[in-house]
């Protein structure tokens, strides 16, 4: 077996080791992503995407960070060759994700706006768009996307407040018409639902901007180290350099040895 820098060895072995929880923490982010965005079983737009991206890219980064664990323990080159070949993949699929994302994250709410007041009003929407948004407002407890008048004069019910909810003011009064023309009241809760949905949105992003740049430092590093262990295995005999005093520096004899008579003189 080709012997490998065992301190060398001890650093690349740690740096999977630290992958490998990395891989294991984009997955737990994603978990918690799910959990806290979860709507009555189905998602906000985009949401799935996202989620499956993060639970693929903490897969396969923990996946790799064991194969390169296990080629510098047993100084396989075949395993070695590959990490490093999945790291440049990597560092360059995680650079060409992120760079875009960072330039479309101050956009992201004025798209957002847009494509939700293209929804109104929600009395007038497609069925999908109301049981949509009834979910949300009773898993969110808000009303409407961007006020409770989104909705006109036929607010549902799941704007509603329960009498706990208004001793806590996160109600108000609101007047609408009845289908009688009458005027009627009802306590709907303040808050919109579009800044709720909006703070999910960019936590998501934020992770994900967080998790490509991670990964492509990450991935940098472990190019390098791969990248040396490889070089140690194909030279393992490569005779060291040692630095001498070339012979123009020795000292020289004295010069009266030279005239320096023998005994018996």
């Keep these: 077996m080709a012997q490998v820098n065992t301190c060398l060895k001890l650093i690349f072995t740690i740096f999977n080791i630290f992958f490998a929880i990395v891989g294991g923490v984009v997955i737990a982010l994603a978990l918690l992503s799910q959990v806290v965005t979860n709507v009555d079983g189905e998602g906000l ?7 499956i991206v993060l639970y693929t890219v903490g897969a396969v980064t923990m996946v790799i960070a064991i194969l390169g664990a296990y080629g510098a323990h047993r100084e396989n ?6 990490f490093l070949v999945c ?6 699929m995680m650079l060409r994700a992120g ?7 101050p956009k992201l709410e004025s798209i957002l706006e847009e494509k939700f007041h293209q929804l109104l009003p929600l009395d007038a929407a497609t069925p999908d768009v109301k049981n949509m948004a009834d979910r949300l407002q009773g898993q969110l407890h808000c009303c409407g996307l961007f006020s409770y008048t989104d909705w006109e004069d036929k607010i549902p019910d799941s704007c509603e407040c329960d ?3 208004q001793m806590e003011g996160k109600c108000q009064s609101v007047s609408y018409r009845g289908i009688l023309v009458h005027r009627h009241t009802k306590s709907v809760y303040i808050k919109a639902c579009f800044p709720i949905i909006l703070h999910y949105v960019l936590m998501i ?11 492509a430092v990450l991935a940098l590093l ?11 295995i194909r030279h393992p005999n490569r005779p060291m ?9 020795t000292t020289a004899p004295p010069k009266y040895q030279e005239l320096h008579n023998p005994p018996g003189y």
């Design 45 to 51: 737009e985009g949401r799935t995407t996202g989620l």
């Design 77 to 82: 080159r075949v395993c070695l060759i590959v």
């Design 87 to 92: 790291m440049v993949i990597g560092s360059l």
């Design 99 to 105: 760079i875009p994302a960072v330039a479309a994250r």
């Design 163 to 165: 009498q706990e909810e």
């Design 205 to 215: 992003s934020n992770i994900m901007i967080g998790v490509v740049f991670t990964l």
């Design 222 to 232: 472990g190019m390098a180290l791969s990248s040396a262990i490889i070089h140690q």
């Design 241 to 249: 350099v040692l630095v001498t005093v070339p012979a123009i520096f």
